[in-house]
């Protein structure tokens, strides 16, 4: 580490003011390793100026920092708040971001989103205006009265103050804290369906932009959020601004739902943090099973919540996973009863594994998807479904999607509809096999061996027979496939079948059949069934 060179730190050789400021300005850029060996070598009266800088930059350091000091340490702290901070550090360096946060209730997200880390903001940014806006403008306004009334408390600590004539509860402008001169930046509250009328804003937030259970079923109050949403809240966002949602989901069609299937789903940076870690890439790097706050709700506590609100509730609030309500042929229970999490399927050896693929371009304006599931079967007739690789994609994408999987989870087989499209289908997948063996990503293996599928069936003759295999507790899903288990337990015959259910239904009913094997698995050199049959 390169280690700054300063003059001896003594009363002689700080008379300056000049030499001082200079010092404390090189102080400021150090780590705090040197900062702490500076402050240990300083003169008495150096050293009081230094901690008067400590206490500034622990101010300006994040959200989570000034609620510490000016707390006294009283400020609850935790993991998944300090992810919020550095959302909000993004942000004040200039970033224009989009945010979407989904945690359970009771953990702190708002306190932190829609009250500490505003105040924060508009100390590192007295020029810029804050939107905030909950499921009702008592609430908004709430989290706006308590800015305001911290501004009024710990103005002088933070550098800010309100202008006289703008104190309202629901709108306030700042001020020059010496002079009371307004300045451009203030805060504007309002709920949702509300009007923003006036300046714009740099930075929007929306904090629990539902209310309840009836509200997130109501199909009219979804539409009106989102009507909101697009035609009030986008239109007064200032360019180069950013936008927060903090919500806990209600809904599979509540407001983040419409943003994580939106047009614009890719540039959203998602926090999602369920109530108990239920996978591999959580944004804590907790082990799965891990709770999010184990220090004030710990895995005991959260199993008497499970207990008291019920399943559908649980996934819901606690989980950040919606379930919709059942249809007419799959069953919650058959899913939920028999899953397996990622650990134990370490322990399942499968015989079979292919890639099922139903890609968009049916008879129904609805698929707009294409389906890529992987799974497997084991000697004794279990079915695991493995992985969904869904999505809105083209067929120069998902060719090379599939092939990837199939490497992915070592698939002997890839099966694809041929309904729509004919040899198509075969092609694409053999020309994207092509194209990563080009690139040396298939590592010499052969091509798994493409099963085409000619859908003659109905989808009710297609689609009963598996569900009976889950009814008899054969097939497992390999930890969480929330849209695709929603599509499954919505899905009544006589409804156009969406992609990801269709590819499901392929891809075990390929593995239903212990007679089924590859054409081509005696060609095989690499091999990819040595040991499974």
């Known amino acids: 580490m390169t280690t700054t060179t300063l003059p001896d730190l003594t009363p002689s050789t700080l008379s300056d003011a000049d030499e001082t400021l200079r010092l404390i300005a090189a102080y400021r850029r150090m780590p705090r390793a040197e900062r702490l060996r500076i402050a240990r070598r300083a003169s008495p009266s150096l050293r009081t100026a230094l901690a008067r800088v400590e206490y500034e930059m622990a101010i300006h ?161 979804r539409r009106r959020l989102w009507e909101w949403w697009t035609s009030v809240l986008n239109t007064r966002l200032e360019p180069g601004g950013s936008i927060l949602v903090i919500q806990t989901r209600w809904h599979e069609h509540d407001l983040a739902g419409h943003l994580l299937e939106g047009e614009d789903a890719d540039e959203w940076i998602k926090l999602d943090l369920p109530a108990i870690c239920d996978s591999d890439d959580d944004p804590l790097g907790r082990p799965i099973g891990a709770a999010l706050w184990p220090a004030r709700f710990g895995t005991r506590t959260l199993e008497k919540f499970r207990r008291a609100v019920g399943e559908r509730v649980w996934w819901s609030l606690y989980m950040q996973k919606p379930r919709p309500m059942e249809g007419g042929v799959w069953q919650w229970p058959w899913i939920t009863d028999h899953r397996i999490g990622p650990v134990g399927f370490q322990g399942v050896d499968l015989s079979r594994i292919v890639v099922a693929v139903d890609h968009a371009g049916g008879s129904s304006d609805v698929n707009d998807e294409t389906g890529i599931i992987a799974a497997g079967r084991t000697t004794d007739g279990h079915l695991y479904v493995v992985t969904d690789r869904s999505g809105r994609m083209g067929a120069d994408t998902w060719g090379q999607e599939a092939c990837l999987l199939a490497l992915e989870v070592d698939a002997d087989a890839i099966v694809v509809e041929a309904n729509f499209g004919g040899d198509m289908a075969k092609q694409i997948v053999s020309q994207a096999w092509g194209k990563l063996a080009e690139k040396g990503e298939t590592k010499g ?86 040991g499974r049959r």
């Open 61 to 221: 350091r994040s959200p989570g920092s000034m609620a510490a000091i000016l707390t006294e340490g009283r400020e609850m702290q935790a993991a998944h708040l300090a992810l919020i901070d550095k959302l909000f550090q993004r942000i004040a360096r200039g970033e224009s971001i989009k945010a979407l946060i989904t945690m359970p209730p009771r953990h702190g997200k708002s306190r932190r989103a829609a009250r500490w880390a505003p105040l924060w903001y508009l100390a590192r940014n007295p020029n810029h205006r804050i939107m905030i806006a909950s499921y009702g403008a008592d609430l908004a306004e709430e989290h706006s009265r308590w800015i305001r009334d911290a501004i009024q408390a710990y103005g002088p600590q933070i550098g800010l103050a309100l202008h006289s004539g703008s104190k309202a509860a629901g709108r306030f402008d700042l001020a020059d804290p010496v002079t009371g001169d307004r300045w451009e930046g203030g805060l504007v509250a309002a709920g949702v369906g509300g009007g923003l009328t006036g300046k714009g804003a740099h930075l929007a937030i929306v904090d629990d932009p539902i209310k309840d259970a009836a509200d997130a079923e109501s199909p009219t109050m």
């Open 445 to 530: 293996r052969l091509m798994p061996a493409v099963i085409e599928v000619h859908a003659k069936q109905g989808k009710r003759l297609r689609a009963e027979p598996i569900a009976q295999l889950y009814a008899q507790g054969l097939v497992h899903h390999v930890g969480e496939h929330p849209r695709l288990e929603g599509q499954l337990v919505t899905w009544i015959p006589g409804m156009d079948s969406p992609d990801r259910m269709d590819a499901c239904v392929h891809a075990l009913t390929e593995l239903a059949d212990p007679a089924a094997v590859p054409s081509s698995s005696g060609t095989y050199t690499d091999q990819r069934l040595a």
